[in-house]
């Protein structure tokens, strides 16, 4: 499962140990963590205490698909150690040490045999030296796995088998010594300085010595001239000086040498394949009075060997018991420095599991003597200290780690799981065991069984097995084919077993349907064919045999349709060709059978190359069905169809005869299909929770990896949620938003005259049909309530589909705009209407896993945990009762037993996690993040302490520590997604009205939310039940408080001395996620972790990310704009159009509102300095990672803009909330421009592949330009930045009414509801910088609209034109909340509206009625006779609006602000009055004669008023208002009631 989603893992381990068979062994530098890794691919990281010798299995990385060869060092960095690993298919890893996560993946043509981690001068970080199957030594950064630089040979080039790395004395470079496989000494001498990227450096010296296949170089640490040599026949001293042997020992019988080290100047150890390490004394010569310190610098050494000479062996290092390894250790010896000495230590691992650790002591002259001495010899033996394996941690756990099957009774050593199959549909988990038989138990009940208390355990029917007799033997793979494809039978369960059957089950019955036996093998795998072959073999299965045979099965027929037994090797892969009727069989010696599948004939044999090519277009062909591209899996690429014609004539192959005459067909039509099929994947249900079964071997017993997909559980829950309310109940509680957005969308299109007679006749039927629908309902009700057939349900149910389809077909070809969300609610209206009477007579309909998923076999038996409701809200209370933080707050916690339906943990769970490439890492159940002595008291009462036993007393202990505090303090990134999921989902609940995990409250919320759709009226038990809502909905958000703020500190209170706290990098990836709610959470996150830090702690963090901010040296690209270019509609509009000049058309700033910087030209050429990565997730760039060097480049600039994203989000938001503050660096500087310029760029650069138009980091930059607009203000282009957020919007009305809180949305959607926000922001944040900016961009629209024939613009494909729908509900929130700028600008607020609003509105309704909200204000006056408006500015002057013209004119009326204005009831009049001077006059429009001529607007009267306290001039609210009572006496009415008449 890959990483996009927000997956929490969870691992079962059973009670058996996974097998580790170690292939090589890492001690870190620290000597506190142990690293092993297997031939099976997987790695293991061990915890070791040197004090205690104590070593605990920590967690399982499981990633690599092959054998671990060579394990390094990675260095340090951000407080953990890193880890990096190679398999012999070339993938290398880096890990973090502290959680296991995988940071950085490289799959390459290379394969290391060796990695040596080495610190250069004068470089920061460790530099990673690798050699392998390669002629060359390459350095790697262990951090980004990028080659920095190679060491090749010019001489006698060859694979480099070892290679030693020193820093001579007195120098300042360093010195590397490789050997070759063909025996040659190479040195190199290395300095960063001399580094040049992409030239290799070439060797300084070359030499050739005795020593073939070289295993171990390694130089002596305390003389740098004595080199030891190990190869598998000898192991030989040489010096360095000029490489001359000075002594050579050769293997015992039966071992072979592996490798050694020095001990000290004069001790070597060398080990064997045998297990065993021997440690000798070298030669050396005394001189009188001084014993020689060193051997090389003796000149006796450098004599003829004679044979006293020879290198004493005295001490032999071998475990306790006598052992026979089927594959050889691995070694590792360190020296940890101490202030007495050197501790002197060497490890092993085994083929057997086993890590052992010696500690070698020193032994003086006086003991080699009296070893020497002694007859007959005996060497010294060294046992080992430490002996642990992962089976003697899990035999030492008691009880041991919980299995999925512990629950089964009477089984003392119960047969192995070895095969595991989960069923999403039915919720169910099969295991097939080694006994042969099947095992079926509910999944979520026997999870709940195994690690939560609660009254589940009471049950006697709770989690009961289902057992499946069949099979004589092993159960090797299980299949349910439903979940493959839905044309199988749902009930049909298929098992293939050790003893050559397949056997296929009824899952609801539990009869054996049907056994096959076809094969002279056990059955190893079963396959699905895929849903393009013939309806013949859509109905059969594919199993592949240890016989080395592929049979299709027919479920349908119950008999063979083809065996494939032919080949002479193992099968390695099964490949499909539908359209040609061919099966691709591929085995281990490389070969590819191509068989038919109609007619059971072997086509072919291919090999080499062209097999290769034709399992790669198998490949291609599957990814891209009838693409018609001329790929490889199309049928252009292919060969001519009369080849195929005459080889399906040849053998018989009626398929492939019709499919050649079909494609001939076409080719001479010329006919091609070009149709793609989209699908919408935010829309695609998929299961909460998937079970997956684990197993380090073939021989293991199947461990269970459960993965809680996190969006697909709050989309399940708001699924079930929304599925209970109608429109208006969604409407109501604020989840959709079609009214108001409808409301606006009517006001900005033309309106008919005769159209609100035809809807109010139209609406009128609709209420008509639904009145005697409910009529007719009742009377069935009287006579027959509980005999309502699912037919007749379904007809009714149907008629009512149908009159809404109706309805909406009508509605569209009188093209009546805005009302279709109405009669989609009115019609709703019936059908909810008569689901409830149904409901109420005791039917209820078919589910989804029997009505959608019908296989023909009329079976309608659902057992009754396969509810999908039900089985939801077991997966939610599961999730939350494991990530809640027991025991940090007492009243919370019975809060969450008691009220909100969370149980506690039984045992302390083993978490995983998911990183890079799906890699994953999952903590073992033998360690736990807090030694025994360091945990606090039990809370336990004393008398239950004395009856359980102590082993459950010390586990009731471990798990309250572990859930309350040992779960935060693992690592920041599993902190990071257990706190996102928790928060998550608890928002959800919360938002679902207040919704519990508790079942049988649960059922009867849903039950008053259906009753109360059908009656509206409220009662008592109304308000019990809101009064209940309230509690829950307090427990919810106390409940996030404590884990999204509080979390902190109560962990230290109770008494952890390190908190992880999350990771800010993962939670701006998440600023933007796809759900949300998961959106949500990683905000709130975000924002408490920023604030937790304090000014120190930010300032660090921008230190940290600032480097990666782009820097702009060139302006943004802006293009040409041309007016007239004839788009498409643009619902639905994928992206945002490009606009283009044509020539001969003059060309427009494209400040200017026709287009925005998304619609910029494509064709321009200015280079721009910064192409961050759009998606924000690790995984979307794993395809990038191809076997090759060349593509790291790629993968290294993919890596670099995924940087580049993450800062812009991180510095966005520190700007956004914390930038204000001038100590955070964000003042008016170099900062806070490069990040408002970054955000911009994203906001206004065109779509195209590296940026397309709807991705998070777009969204994440619109939204945090609207979030710190205050900010970024200085530094930004207003006009573009406004008009380029309209242009998301302009399809709000068609978007917004159907986006449903909570769920995750299409892309286009989202940024548009993201954009809608960030508007709504800016003008809450700046009124008169939005309102003059759309205002002056209003003006230029109204110019270019006068000139647009001359011009030959397309005035209605202009932002300000497409957007004025999102423009009238912007300014409708500015008129509600921000009065007092509104009225400062109210001259250019009415230009707004009255660009928004079609002006046929205004032919026959008052502006009260179209636009109440800005009648509100004295200032503004509306006249339907003349059809004028008038309105007051704050200079003093009066814009008359001549609305028949399109026109309006400035009249200077007063020296201050124009307080209110009127017009007279027949228009002839109009009176205005300006606090300031304490003037009212009226005016009087006349025009020439016959109406010919200007019009012209004069003042007739004049009077004063009465003064206006200072009180109330400061008062928006108390302004006097001008009121006529007649064509020729208007009032003056004050706040106080004081009125004041004047006549005109």
């Given at each position: 499962m890959g990483s996009l989603n927000l997956v929490v893992p969870l691992v079962m381990w059973g009670r058996e140990a996974p097998t580790h068979d170690i292939s090589c062994v890492l001690f870190t530098h620290d000597c506190h963590t142990v690293v092993t890794g297997s031939r099976d691919g997987q790695m293991c990281v061990w915890d070791f205490d040197p004090p205690t010798l104590k070593l605990t299995p920590r967690c399982l990385l499981v990633g690599h698909t092959a054998s671990v060869v060579c394990l390094a060092q990675g260095g340090n960095a951000r407080g953990t150690s890193f880890v990096v690993s190679s398999s012999e298919n070339g993938e290398m890893c880096t890990w973090d040490l502290r959680d296991g996560r995988c940071v950085e993946v490289l799959r390459s043509a290379n394969v290391h045999s060796s990695m040596t981690t080495y610190q250069m001068l004068n470089v920061k970080d460790v530099r990673l030296f690798c050699v392998g199957n390669y002629p060359e030594i390459l350095v790697y950064d262990p951090h980004t796995l990028d080659v920095l630089?190679?060491?090749?040979?010019?001489?006698?080039?060859?694979?480099?088998?070892?290679?030693?790395?020193?820093?001579?004395?007195?120098?300042?470079?360093?010195?590397?010594?490789?050997?070759?496989?063909?025996?040659?000494?190479?040195?190199?001498?290395?300095?960063?300085?001399?580094?040049?990227?992409?030239?290799?450096?070439?060797?300084?010296?070359?030499?050739?010595?005795?020593?073939?296949?070289?295993?171990?170089?390694?130089?002596?640490?305390?003389?740098?001239?004595?080199?030891?040599?190990?190869?598998?026949?000898?192991?030989?001293?040489?010096?360095?000086?000029?490489?001359?042997?000075?002594?050579?020992?050769?293997?015992?019988?039966?071992?072979?040498?592996?490798?050694?080290?020095?001990?000290?100047?004069?001790?070597?150890?060398?080990?064997?394949?045998?297990?065993?390490?021997?440690?000798?004394?070298?030669?050396?010569?005394?001189?009188?009075?001084?014993?020689?310190?060193?051997?090389?610098?003796?000149?006796?050494?450098?004599?003829?060997?004679?044979?006293?000479?020879?290198?004493?062996?005295?001490?032999?290092?071998q475990p306790q018991n006598e052992e026979h390894l089927v594959n050889a250790p691995s070694w590792q010896f360190m020296m940890i420095p101490l202030e007495s000495g050197a501790e002197k230590l060497l490890l092993r691992g085994d083929c057997e599991g086993q890590v052992m650790l010696w500690r070698l002591a020193d032994v003086s002259e006086q003991q080699l003597q009296q070893i020497s001495q002694a007859h007959p010899f005996q060497p010294l033996i060294f046992s080992p200290t430490l002996n642990h394996s992962m089976m003697k941690a899990w035999v030492a756990m008691i009880p041991p780690p919980i299995g999925v099957l512990d629950q089964l009774e009477g089984e003392k050593n119960p047969p192995r799981i070895t095969a595991s199959l989960f069923l999403p549909l039915q919720g169910r988990l099969a295991c097939g065991r080694e006994d042969g038989s099947i095992i079926l138990v509910p999944a979520t009940e026997t999870i709940m069984l195994h690690l939560l208390h609660g009254k589940h355990h009471q049950y006697h029917n709770w989690a009961q097995p289902m057992v499946l007799r069949g099979h004589q033997g092993r159960v090797n793979c299980l299949l349910y084919p439903h979940g493959e494809s839905p044309r199988y039978d749902m009930a049909h369960l298929v098992s293939g077993g050790i003893d050559f059957s397949i056997i296929v089950w009824d899952m609801y019955?539990?009869?054996?349907?049907?056994?096959?036996?076809?094969?002279?093998?056990?059955?190893?795998?079963?396959?699905?064919?895929?849903?393009?072959?013939?309806?013949?073999?859509?109905?059969?299965?594919?199993?592949?045999?240890?016989?080395?045979?592929?049979?299709?099965?027919?479920?349908?027929?119950?008999?063979?349709?083809?065996?494939?037994?032919?080949?002479?090797?193992?099968?390695?892969?099964?490949?499909?060709?539908?359209?040609?009727?061919?099966?691709?069989?591929a085995t281990h010696d490389g070969s590819v059978y191509v068989w038919q599948m109609e007619t059971g004939h072997l086509d072919r044999v291919l090999q080499g190359v062209t097999a290769e090519e034709v399992l790669g277009a198998c490949d291609e062909h599957s990814t891209a069905p009838g693409s018609g591209s001329g790929g490889a899996g199309s049928d252009t690429g292919l060969a001519n169809p009369a080849v195929h014609l005459f080889r399906g004539l040849r053998h018989r192959n009626l398929a492939a005869i019709r499919h050649a005459a079909q494609r001939g067909i076409q080719q001479v039509l010329g006919e091609q299909n070009n149709y793609q099929d989209i699908h919408d994947s935010s829309k695609m249900r998929t299961c909460p929770l998937m079970i997956q079964g684990l197993r380090t071997n073939k021989q293991d017993a199947n461990s269970h990896v459960l993965f809680f997909d996190i969006e697909a559980l709050i989309v399940q829950l708001l699924s079930d949620?929304?599925?209970?309310?109608?429109?208006?109940?969604?409407?109501?509680?604020?989840?959709?938003?079609?009214?108001?957005?409808?409301?606006?969308?009517?006001?900005?299109?033309?309106?008919?005259?005769?159209?609100?007679?035809?809807?109010?006749?139209?609406?009128?039927?609709?209420?008509?049909?639904?009145?005697?629908?409910?009529?007719?309902?009742?009377?069935?009700?009287?006579?027959?309530?509980?005999?309502?057939?699912?037919?007749?349900?379904?007809?009714?149910?149907?008629?009512?589909?149908d009159k809404a389809t109706n309805m909406e077909k009508k509605i569209r070809e009188r093209d009546q705009q805005g009302l279709l969300s109405r009669v989609k609610e009115s019609a709703e209206s019936v059908q909810n209407l008569i689901q409830n009477k149904v409901e109420q007579s005791g039917f209820r309909p078919t589910t989804l896993s029997s009505a959608k998923d019908g296989s023909g076999s009329g079976r309608v038996q659902i057992p009754r945990h396969l509810d999908v409701t039900a089985q939801t809200l077991q997966i939610g209370q599961m999730l939350m009762s494991l990530l809640h933080s027991w025991g940090l707050d007492g009243s919370l916690d019975q809060t969450c037993e008691?009220?909100?339906?969370?149980?506690?943990?039984?045992?302390?769970?083993?978490?995983?996690?998911?990183?890079?490439?799906?890699?994953?890492?999952?903590?073992?159940?033998?360690?736990?993040?807090?030694?025994?002595?360091?945990?606090?008291?039990?809370?336990?009462?004393?008398?239950?302490?004395?009856?359980?036993?102590?082993?459950?007393?010390?586990?009731e202990h471990r798990t309250q520590v572990f859930t309350g505090r040992g779960h935060w303090e693992v690592s920041p990134a599993l902190t990071t997604h257990h706190l996102l999921a928790l928060v998550s989902v608890a928002n959800t609940l919360q938002d679902m009205n207040a919704a519990t995990l508790i079942p049988e409250q649960e059922r009867r919320r849903k039950n008053h939310i259906q009753s109360s759709r059908a009656n509206q009226s409220v009662t008592n038990h109304e308000d019990e039940f809101s009064r209940q809502q309230s509690v829950i909905k307090q427990g919810w958000s106390t409940l996030t408080a404590l884990h999204t703020v509080l979390l902190p500190d109560c962990v230290v209170a109770a008494g952890a001395p390190t908190y992880q706290p999350p990771m800010v990098e993962i939670l701006a990836r998440r600023w933007q996620d796809r759900c949300q709610e998961v959106r949500e959470a990683a905000q709130a996150l975000l924002k408490t972790e920023l604030s937790r830090m304090g000014p120190e702690g930010r300032q660090k963090l921008i230190e940290i990310w600032s480097p990666h901010l782009p820097t702009h040296t060139e302006p943004l690209p802006t293009g040409p704009t041309n007016y007239n270019n004839q788009e498409t509609p643009h619902p639905p509009r994928p992206e945002h159009p490009a606009t283009k000049t044509t020539s001969g058309t003059p060309s427009v700033n494209a400040t200017v509102n026709g287009t925005s910087g998304n619609s910029s030209s494509g064709g321009t050429t200015s280079e721009r300095t910064m192409e961050p990565h759009p998606h924000l997730d690790e995984d979307h760039y794993d395809e990038e990672m191809d076997a090759g060097e060349t593509c790291r480049e790629v993968v290294a600039q993919s890596e670099g803009r995924r940087k580049q994203a993450t800062a812009i989000i991180l510095l966005g938001v520190i700007g956004a909330y914390h930038g204000q503050d001038s100590a955070e660096g964000f003042g008016l500087g170099n900062l806070a421009m490069q990040?408002?310029?970054?955000?911009?760029?994203?906001?206004?650069?065109?779509?195209?592949?590296?940026?397309?138009?709807?991705?998070?980091?777009?969204?994440?930059?619109?939204?945090?330009?609207?979030?710190?607009?205050?900010?970024?203000?200085?530094?930004?282009?207003?006009?573009?930045?406004?008009?380029?957020?309209?242009?998301?919007?302009?399809?709000?009305?068609?978007?917004?009414?159907?986006?449903?809180?909570?769920?995750?949305?299409?892309?286009?959607?989202?940024?548009?509801?993201?954009?809608?926000?960030?508007?709504?922001?800016?003008?809450?944040?700046?009124?008169?910088?939005?309102?003059?900016?759309m205002a002056r961009e209003v003006a230029r629209f109204n110019a270019l609209q006068q000139n647009a024939q001359s011009l030959q613009l397309n005035i209605h494909n202009t932002v300000l034109h497409r957007a004025?729908?999102?423009?009238?509900?912007?300014?409708?929130?500015?008129?509600?909340?921000?009065?007092?700028?509104?009225?400062?600008?109210?001259?250019?607020?009415?230009?707004?509206?009255?660009?928004?609003?079609?002006?046929?509105?205004?032919?026959?309704?008052?502006?009260?009625?179209?636009?109440?909200?800005?009648?509100?204000?004295?200032?503004?006056?509306?006249?339907?006779?003349?059809?004028?408006?008038?309105?007051?500015?704050?200079?003093?002057?009066?814009?008359?609006?001549?609305?028949?013209?399109?026109?309006?004119?400035m009249i200077p009326a007063h020296a201050t602000a124009v307080t209110a204005l009127s017009f007279s009831p027949d228009g002839k009049y109009l009176a205005s009055c300006s606090m300031g001077e304490n003037k009212l006059s009226f005016w009087q429009t006349s025009s020439g004669m016959f109406g010919l001529g200007a019009s012209q607007t004069k003042c007739t009267k004049t009077y004063s008023t009465v003064p206006v306290p200072d009180i109330v001039r400061m008062n928006p609210h108390r302004l006097p208002k001008l009121v006529w009572i007649s064509n020729k006496t208007v009032v003056h009415m004050m706040a106080d009631g004081t009125e004041h008449r004047f006549n005109a």
């Open positions: 630089f190679s060491l090749a040979a010019r001489i006698q080039p060859d694979w480099i088998s070892a290679l030693h790395i020193l820093r001579p004395p007195r120098r300042n470079d360093e010195v590397v010594l490789g050997v070759t496989t063909g025996g040659w000494v190479k040195v190199w001498t290395v300095s960063e300085r001399e580094v040049r990227p992409r030239e290799p450096i070439y060797e300084h010296e070359s030499k050739m010595i005795h020593s073939l296949n070289a295993l171990c170089l390694v130089c002596c640490t305390y003389n740098q001239r004595t080199v030891l040599i190990v190869s598998q026949d000898d192991w030989q001293i040489y010096d360095a000086g000029d490489f001359s042997q000075l002594c050579r020992v050769g293997a015992t019988a039966g071992d072979r040498w592996m490798g050694g080290d020095f001990l000290s100047a004069d001790r070597v150890i060398v080990w064997t394949d045998m297990g065993r390490a021997y440690i000798y004394k070298l030669p050396t010569k005394l001189l009188r009075g001084k014993a020689v310190s060193c051997i090389v610098e003796s000149r006796a050494f450098h004599n003829k060997q004679v044979e006293g000479d020879n290198p004493l062996m005295y001490g032999v290092v019955t539990g009869n054996l349907i049907h056994r096959f036996v076809v094969q002279a093998g056990q059955i190893l795998q079963l396959l699905v064919p895929p849903p393009t072959c013939t309806p013949r073999i859509q109905n059969c299965i594919c199993s592949v045999s240890e016989d080395h045979s592929v049979a299709l099965l027919s479920i349908k027929e119950r008999k063979l349709v083809l065996l494939a037994s032919k080949h002479l090797y193992p099968v390695l892969n099964v490949k499909w060709r539908p359209e040609h009727d061919f099966l691709m069989v949620e929304y599925t209970l309310m109608s429109p208006g109940t969604l409407e109501a509680n604020e989840l959709i938003m079609s009214s108001q957005y409808q409301r606006m969308n009517v006001l900005t299109h033309p309106a008919s005259p005769e159209a609100a007679k035809k809807i109010a006749e139209f609406f009128g039927k609709v209420k008509d049909k639904a009145g005697e629908m409910e009529k007719k309902m009742k009377e069935k009700d009287k006579h027959d309530e509980a005999q309502l057939s699912p037919s007749k349900f379904h007809n009714i149910l149907g008629r009512a589909k008691n009220i909100l339906g969370l149980l506690k943990p039984r045992v302390p769970v083993s978490y995983g996690l998911i990183s890079k490439s799906g890699y994953m890492s999952l903590f073992m159940p033998t360690w736990h993040p807090v030694r025994e002595a360091e945990m606090p008291q039990i809370n336990l009462p004393p008398d239950l302490a004395a009856e359980l036993p102590p082993e459950m007393v010390k586990l990040t408002s310029k970054a955000l911009a760029y994203l906001v206004l650069a065109p779509a195209g592949p590296k940026l397309p138009a709807h991705t998070p980091l777009r969204r994440a930059a619109i939204d945090l330009i609207g979030r710190g607009f205050p900010v970024w203000e200085p530094y930004l282009d207003v006009a573009k930045v406004l008009l380029a957020l309209l242009d998301f919007c302009a399809d709000t009305d068609r978007l917004a009414p159907s986006m449903k809180y909570g769920l995750p949305l299409i892309p286009e959607a989202d940024s548009c509801r993201t954009a809608s926000n960030a508007l709504t922001l800016i003008a809450e944040a700046r009124p008169p910088a939005f309102i003059t900016t004025k729908t999102e423009i009238l509900r912007v300014m409708e929130y500015l008129i509600v909340h921000k009065r007092c700028h509104i009225m400062d600008l109210m001259v250019e607020v009415m230009d707004i509206v009255l660009h928004c609003v079609d002006p046929g509105h205004l032919k026959s309704r008052g502006l009260n009625e179209v636009f109440p909200s800005i009648c509100g204000f004295p200032q503004v006056s509306h006249c339907p006779h003349t059809r004028r408006i008038a309105t007051g500015a704050k200079n003093g002057s009066i814009a008359m609006y001549e609305l028949r013209a399109y026109k309006c004119q």
